[in-house]
T-cell receptor, first 114, second 115 residues
Framework: EAQVTQNPRYLITVTGKKLTVTCSQN?????MSWYRQDPGLGLRQIYY???????DKGDVPEGYKVSRKEKRNFPLILESPSPNQTSLYFC?????????????FGPGTRLTVT | GENVEQHPSTLSVQEGDSAVIKCTYS??????FPWYKQELGKRPQLIID?????GEKKDQRIAVTLNKTAKHFSLHITETQPEDSAVYFC??????????????FGKGTKLSVKP
């Protein structure tokens, strides 16, 4: 089954404790992206990757890191989480953007930083 | 960069009525306009999209119209049903080869369909 998976789905952590949210897709998609969703603010892009070893900042990259060492995986790293990073996070993937086509979202990760 | 405005933020209709959600965009180079539906507690899912070489696209009860001159596009849902209740997001991007191509989302419209 074609899908985007994220882990964990729920996470409660404390300020400053490094964490990683994993994202994996099995559709051989070139493009992958991370979004955060906050009430009233819609979906805001954190980082994206056009292909392996190619990553770039989105609209709200501060406090986050990513890597794209393999085509299928695109982990989101919070080196020192803070309460303002409490949010719902979505990973998404698609074929190369110039090819068109749908962006598929993962199930989401709800993160709480206390 | 691109900016997408979406209105209204909330919309309540009676079952069977039509619902219209409108979005405007700022970057005239944008050429791809998808609409996503997000049910409570679930992930966004694409329901319809339109490219700039087309003015209107329809899929059963859902249609999208695009006015490139005015830089706005709209989602039309006819004969609404309670299962249409969700948050709807519009988005825009420039998918020309070599462009950044990222999706810029509107802030969403919460649609409630009352039985």
């Amino acid at each position: 089954e074609a899908q985007v998976t994220q882990n964990p789905r729920y996470l409660i952590t404390v300020t400053g404790k490094k964490l990683t949210v994993t994202c994996s897709q099995n559709m051989n998609h070139e493009y992958m992206s991370w979004y955060r969703q906050d009430p009233g603010l819609g979906l805001r892009q954190i980082y994206y990757s056009m292909n392996v070893e190619v990553t770039d900042k989105g609209d709200v990259p501060e406090g986050y890191k990513v890597s794209r060492k393999e085509k299928r995986n695109f982990p989101l790293i919070l080196e020192s989480p803070s309460p303002n990073q409490t949010s719902l996070y979505f990973c998404a993937s698609s074929l190369a953007l110039s090819s068109g086509g749908e962006q598929y979202f993962g199930p989401g990760t709800r993160l709480t930083v206390t | 960069g691109e900016n997408v405005e979406q209105h209204p933020s909330t919309l309540s209709v009676q079952e069977g009525d039509s619902a219209v959600i409108k979005c405007t965009y700022s970057d005239s180079a944008s050429n791809y306009f998808p609409w996503y539906k997000q049910e409570l507690g679930k992930r966004p899912q694409l329901i319809i999209d339109i490219r700039s070489n087309v003015g209107e696209k329809k899929d059963q009860r859902i249609a999208v119209t695009l006015n490139k001159t005015a830089k706005h596009f709209s989602l039309h849902i006819t004969e609404t049903q309670p299962e249409d209740s969700a948050v709807y997001f519009c988005a825009a991007s420039n998918r020309a080869r070599g462009s950044q191509g990222n999706l810029i989302f509107g802030k969403g419209t919460k649609l409630s369909v009352k039985p």
